[in-house]
């Protein structure tokens, strides 16, 4: 059973041998940084192994836990770092210690989280039957080949199916993590995490894992600053034109290379802050939804309601008494 939202929320990063340290270390740095308005933090995370054994990284170290599978047992969310070698990624097996404990926290309701490879020991366990499930694009024929019952995504950065959330490599596994922390705590509370690990504060899960030209244009001709002029203009409706005018360049230019540096066009790039912007008034205002709608720029209560319900399946209504459970509803 997952605790109140005040309380406390224990996480457990369950490692294996070849651990990716990227991997590893990413929920304890987003998680720790999930904090209240007066600093206190909401979530507490261990490292734990089978038998609390140290076990070896893709970087040529050991890593020496603190904890065994007892703390699994336990955990609200258990996570699962990737891994770069092993059974799970050679010859579809899992050790059975570690099935069973992930199991068995299913079974009590725990949520089940993977980064990168991490899928593979969840897939291994049998609990990626049937499911949705991101990983690494890398691996794709690899994964596809030993687990053929998982429905494979490689081309999206996580996938949420509920209980279970996988997401793809590196960076998708800081992506999963905030998009845990606006679930269960709101937008402000993820923002601030991103802010203090000095990351994006949102991409959309659906977003493609990989993007035509990675690293942007540098010496002042890319699009940071147009983005950060549409930010401030959110209410008004900003159009193509006026961003590719803002940022001197012709639309097609400019479509060109804002997708090259965002991953997405600026139509759907603009939608995403718009409603990421919604989701935060709603949070932390007492304005009705058909004002939130026109501070966001999606003209109408409606359209919020579309927009919304398409990103994260709720209705504003909805969605406000989730996060702000003493305060009045606005419709």
């Given at each position: 059973m997952r605790k109140n939202r005040a309380m406390t929320h224990a996480i457990a990063v369950l490692a294996l041998d070849h651990v990716v340290p990227f991997d590893l270390g990413v929920p304890s740095q987003v998680f720790h940084a999930a904090r209240d308005s007066d600093g206190t933090r909401r979530y507490a995370v261990t490292i734990c192994t089978e038998g609390g054994r140290p076990v070896r990284s893709t970087a040529g170290f050991a890593v020496l836990p603190d904890h065994d599978l007892t703390t699994v047992a336990t955990a609200d969310t258990v996570i699962v770092p990737g891994v770069g070698d092993g059974s799970t990624v050679a010859d579809g097996t899992v050790p059975p210690a570690v099935a069973e404990a992930l199991r068995a926290a299913h079974e009590r309701g725990a949520r089940i989280v993977s980064i990168c490879?991490?899928?593979?020991?969840?897939?291994?366990?049998?609990?990626?039957?049937?499911?949705?499930?991101?990983?690494?694009?890398?691996?794709?024929?690899?994964?596809?080949?030993?687990?053929?019952?998982?429905?494979?995504?490689?081309?999206?950065?996580?996938?949420d199916d509920g209980d279970i959330l996988t997401s793809a490599g590196v960076g998708a596994g800081i992506d999963l993590c905030l998009h845990l922390i606006r679930n269960d705590h709101g937008s402000e509370m993820a923002n601030g995490a991103a802010r203090r690990c000095v990351v994006p504060p949102w991409r959309d899960g659906g977003q493609a894992q990989y993007?035509?030209?990675?690293?942007?244009?540098?010496?002042?001709?890319?699009?940071?600053?147009?983005?950060?002029?549409?930010?401030?203009?959110?209410?008004?409706?900003?159009?193509?034109?006026?961003?590719?005018?803002?940022?001197?360049?012709?639309?097609?230019?400019?479509?060109?290379?804002?997708?090259?540096?965002?991953?997405?066009?600026?139509?759907?790039?603009?939608l995403q802050q718009r409603v990421s912007h919604a989701r935060l008034l709603l949070e932390s205002t007492d304005l009705a939804v058909d004002a939130v709608a026109r501070r966001c720029g999606l003209g109408s209560a409606s359209a919020l309601r579309q927009h919304l319900h398409a990103a994260i399946g709720v209705a504003p209504s909805a969605y406000r008494k989730t996060f702000r459970r003493d305060e009045p509803l606005a419709r």
């Open positions: 490879t991490g899928a593979s020991v969840l897939a291994a366990g049998g609990l990626l039957d049937d499911r949705p499930a991101a990983s690494h694009w890398a691996w794709a024929r690899r994964l596809r080949g030993l687990y053929p019952r998982v429905r494979w995504d490689f081309d999206v950065l996580f996938v993007i035509e030209r990675p690293v942007p244009a540098t010496g002042g001709s890319g699009t940071e600053a147009t983005r950060t002029w549409a930010l401030d203009r959110l209410a008004e409706p900003v159009t193509l034109e006026e961003m590719a005018s803002h940022a001197r360049m012709s639309v097609r230019t400019f479509t060109r290379r804002f997708r090259a540096e965002t991953g997405l066009s600026p139509a759907r790039w603009l």
